[in-house]
């Protein structure tokens, strides 16, 4: 609209003026416009984060929801505790001993999302021009709430292998040296978003003496940990330094993102400011939700549940590491052993936004890398999520976007006279698919 | 714990020192250790807001969901739009539209809760140091909300007829002159929490007038509306200036809080920002809740529902004002029309806060007036809620009020040489109750 006026708002606004100076952060994605074309069901669409609850019998979810009216109906329409369910917490600790987590139902709050704990941990520490460390690159929707927060998010170097030590060590010193104040390291360190990687297993005592070392706090962000393939993942960082570590988990994919229903396992005199932060944003979860996913974890096999859903998952992920093996081999990508996306390096001459719509003119939709850094870099990476789509639509989007990455270098080459493909690049950051799948 | 060393933490805290300047707004409730005691079955709490679901027929729920999950499952399950589900948003036209208001659907964005409304519009518009006006009382868990963000809420006088809009015209004046900026007023013109009243017909387009002419945004908080007993309330503030109006709503009192679904309405710029800080707070809220409340609105009589919950509490706050006038004649107390709340004036010898553990050792709970207001204020009130206990239970709550009351009466009096009782008091800022009810 030519009336914009500034990030603060635009002069059709009344209220321009009158805004927080920590809106100047919330600015719209640039390609939610195209994701909402994404979503037209001819566009195969590799770009989201949706889990694929098609895979989630409805029976398990219609009997846990009965039972629950039929026994606790107006427990379940009530306001409840701002901590979250006494019950679920308690589910919740039987959740995360898969993956080796101790802890106590006291030190768990449950939240709207994992999305809602990060929002709060945010709200808890950060002061404007605050630093949180994070990977190169992170998860888009953390980024944001660090910015709406108006702290700077700083990208720690990240390879095969998950956050570099070394790197970790320099960042700290460095932006201890330029006079800024750390907040925490926001970490996902399990098949990672967007980059699906997994912190290899002696890396984790390094980072955690690292943060230990530097009295900084380690956010430690695991909505994929049980989504594993071959193997389960190295034990979560928590369980190295409890009282260094704030946890959040979620059922958005290992159940269903419907519910809204995630938690954060924090050392207790955060927990205890996590809940009052909790209740000012809300006043409390909803119990009606709680009180389901309470009656499906006590009911239903939810470990088996988990297991179908890795099968699925892993299914689509070696049709897409086929796919781009097949029709793309001249790129890098990473290999994730669990969890829902790749992370693709494309030829330095190509823009992944810029080529954005020319791909969903060519019915495929991903990420640009773009959104998953702080600071405006990542064009020269995207990321590609087979959590959604079938094996088909996998195998079908990769050939389109085959076909939109060469016909974009064939442009280039025509106007710049060198070949119309790369020989194949190795990402040094990230790891290549190994020859049995790629 | 000894171990106290300011608001940002303990000692005991190895995180203290970390966290950021807003925290020192996060203040646990000084009653909130007892309430967890009030919650014990043998008292009877006149304290919390908690509607009476009991009364909604856990049948009509029941159809619903299994309606959303034969037929739209899927979706129930999935995450959803930022901004909530468009079928709910055009229902909520409807429910508004009982009001008065007409909207458009793309001006309203479902939330978790409206607390979580209030929260957004805080988010989006305070800076520290900003004010926000207020009714002297006003909402606790707004004060909570405006403190949480470092903004000053300031009283503004309220009589039996609500805002008192020379006070407001005074405070909009005095603010200014003292150099601060005033966000917004924040309001709840209906059936107030926890006053009682209601703004008068009257009043209403002179509050907006003078808002308009001063540049200052009204919040209009509205969760109580459709609540009324002998007449419905007058249009609400949004009728009047859409424009200058951001009207928040909420299922939790007509259907149930244990859904969490609420609403705001904004100006559409104002709006655009709130989904994004929604999506930065949240992903989206819960489509397995809104879904459930779509089929609800759309299938079951609701406004029946509505009328049933209306006769419900109109019976209760009947027992209330009844009870008041028979033990407490001595006391003056507002006469809500709609609502949950009476606000009851002590006389000022008493402290609400200070009484409150005696009172719930004689199995009688309320809230101390000092919860409604920013500056510590409010002790010679109380608020009592007539909305969950029966009839009976409230009858026998200010009977026990009334023992309570005498005694800490006969107590001082034993120690000043007064009377043991004083003759009745009218507080000149609330209404005493009619002679045909009290």
Redesign the interface.
């Known amino acids: 609209m030519s009336g914009t006026n500034g990030p603060g708002?635009?002069n059709?606004?009344?209220?321009?003026g009158?805004?927080?100076?920590?809106?100047s952060g919330?600015?719209?994605s640039e390609v939610r416009a195209l994701f909402a074309v994404a979503s037209r069901p001819e566009v195969v669409s590799l770009a989201g984060g949706?889990?694929y609850?098609?895979a989630?019998p409805?029976d398990l979810?219609?009997a846990s929801?009965?039972r629950v009216?039929?026994t606790r109906?107006?427990?379940?329409?009530?306001?409840?505790s701002g901590q979250g369910s006494p019950a679920l917490r308690e589910r919740i600790l039987e959740v995360m001993a898969e993956e080796g987590i101790r802890a106590s139902a006291d030190d768990v709050v449950t939240t709207?999302?994992s999305?809602?704990a990060i929002?709060l941990v945010a709200?808890?520490?950060?002061?404007p021009g605050?630093v949180v460390l994070a990977e190169a690159p992170s998860y888009v929707?953390a980024i944001?709430?660090f910015r709406?927060?108006q702290a700077r998010t700083v990208h720690v170097a990240t390879d095969a292998n998950g956050l570099v030590p070394e790197a970790l060590r320099e960042a700290i010193r460095a932006e201890r040296s330029a006079g800024r104040t750390i907040?925490f390291l926001y970490t996902v360190p399990d098949f990672h978003n967007p980059a699906g990687v997994t912190l290899a297993a002696e890396r984790r005592p390094e980072i955690v003496d690292i943060c230990r070392e530097a009295g900084v706090?380690i956010v430690e962000d695991n909505p994929y940990g049980l989504l594993w393939f071959e193997n389960p993942p190295p034990p979560p960082l928590r369980t190295l330094n409890p009282?260094?570590v704030v946890y959040l988990g979620s059922f958005?994919k290992t159940l269903?993102?419907?519910?809204?229903v995630g938690w954060a396992l924090a050392?207790h005199?955060?927990r205890?400011?996590l809940v009052?932060?909790a209740?000012?944003?809300?006043?409390?979860?909803?119990?009606?939700?709680q009180l389901?996913v309470t009656e499906y974890l006590s009911t239903a096999d939810w470990r088996g549940q988990i297991a179908i859903f890795r099968g699925v998952y892993q299914e689509r992920r070696d049709a897409m590491l086929t796919g781009l093996g097949e029709h793309l081999p001249e790129l890098s990508w990473t290999v994730p052993n669990g969890g829902f996306y790749v992370w693709v390096s494309l030829p330095p001459e190509l823009d992944a936004k810029q080529m954005l719509p020319r791909a969903v003119s060519e019915l495929v939709a991903y990420t640009p890398g773009t959104a998953f850094f702080a600071d405006g870099s990542g064009a020269d990476h995207l990321r590609l999520s087979f959590c959604h789509p079938t094996p088909d639509n996998i195998r079908l989007g990769i050939r389109r976007l085959a076909g939109v990455i060469g016909g974009e270098l064939d442009l280039l080459s025509t106007f710049s006279g060198t070949g119309p493909l790369h020989a194949p690049r190795h990402d040094r950051r990230f790891s290549s698919p190994p020859p049995d799948i790629g």
Chains 1, 2 share one sequence.
């Open positions: 708002g635009t059709l606004d009344p209220w321009y009158q805004y927080a100076e920590r809106t919330l600015a719209a949706m889990p609850v098609t989630l409805k979810i219609k929801f009965e009216l039929s109906g107006d427990v379940a329409l009530q306001y409840g709207t999302g999305q809602q929002d709200k808890l520490f950060l002061d605050d929707g944001g709430v709406s927060y907040k706090l009282e260094g958005s269903a993102p419907g519910f809204r050392p005199a955060v205890e400011k009052l932060a209740e000012s944003a809300i006043l409390s979860p909803s119990a009606f939700s389901v």
